[in-house]
């Protein structure tokens, strides 16, 4: 069993900061990447941000490029995002996501955390 716990949402004005935390657990043999969707409301779950765990080598939608970034610390098995000027249409629940590895060279699995949600007030 693999969890996901995210931490770090709330409410916060527009050109404020906000850093979302996502720590995986639980039984596997590797984390490939990690990352962040996110789901405004009526709209379609989409990428913010993904880390590829071994490299660091990262990508971003291009509505957050030079606001947002993502990091991990893989001692700890956590994804980070500090998102910096931050506006109203980040506004959204954001979900922290893993693709692991339950043995080596095994099919790959995408576990996913519970949402947390941000809301940016202008």
């Known amino acids: 069993q693999v969890q996901l716990v995210e931490f770090g949402g709330g409410l916060v004005q527009a050109g404020g900061s906000l850093r979302l935390s996502c720590a995986v657990s639980?039984?596997?043999?590797?984390?490939?990447?990690m990352g962040w969707y996110r789901q405004a409301p009526g709209k379609q779950r989409e990428l913010v941000a993904g880390?590829?765990?071994?490299?660091?080598?990262?990508n971003y939608a291009d509505s957050v490029k030079g606001r947002f970034t993502i990091s991990r610390d893989n001692d700890k098995n956590t994804v980070y995002l500090q998102m910096n000027s931050l506006k109203p249409e980040d506004t959204a629940v954001y979900y922290c996501?893993?693709?692991?590895?339950?043995?080596?060279?095994?099919?790959?699995?995408?576990?996913w955390g519970q949402g947390t949600q941000v809301t940016v007030s202008s």
């Open positions: 996501y893993g693709v692991v590895q339950h043995a080596y060279r095994s099919d790959k699995y995408v576990y």
């Open positions: 880390i590829i765990t071994s490299d660091g080598n990262t």
């Open positions: 639980g039984s596997f043999f590797s984390i490939n990447d």
